[in-house]
Nanobody, 119 residues
Framework: QVQLVESGGGLVQAGGSLRLSCAAS????????MGWFRQPPGKEREFVAA????????KYADSVQGRFTISRDSAKNTVYLQMNSLKPEDTAVYYC????????????WGQGTQVTVSS
């Protein structure tokens, strides 16, 4: 069983940056692909980014390509999402998740962290 805890969310002005962290316990993340998802207010959860277990492959939603970067630190058992040039439409609850494959399905989920971008 993998337990995931997100942190780093908050309120930021448009154009600003935040870095989200996802710390794991219970098992090492080294064997898992990791993903970030988000759920905007009143909308369904959507894919944001994913990274393979080796870190060699990363995928992004078109809406965040070039602005967000996913990375992982195996020694710290942590995955990050660096978010730059934030826009109000990035406002959402952000979740990290673990899967045996980058394409999913994602079986383990964190509780989420709120990101609010003001205009």
């Amino acid at each position: 069983q993998v337990q995931l805890v997100e942190s780093g969310g908050g309120l930021v002005q448009a154009g600003g940056s935040l870095r989200l962290s996802c710390a794991a316990s219970g098992r090492t993340l080294s064997n898992y692909a990791m993903g970030w998802f988000r759920q905007p207010p009143g909308k369904e959860r959507e894919f944001v980014a994913a990274i393979s277990w080796s870190g060699g492959t990363a995928k992004y939603a078109d809406s965040v390509q070039g602005r967000f970067t996913i990375s992982r630190d195996s020694a710290k058992n942590t995955v990050y999402l660096q978010m730059n040039s934030l826009k109000p439409e990035d406002t959402a609850v952000y979740y990290c998740a673990a899967s045996v494959r980058v394409q999913g399905p994602y079986n383990y989920w964190g509780q989420g962290t709120q990101v609010t971008v003001s205009s």
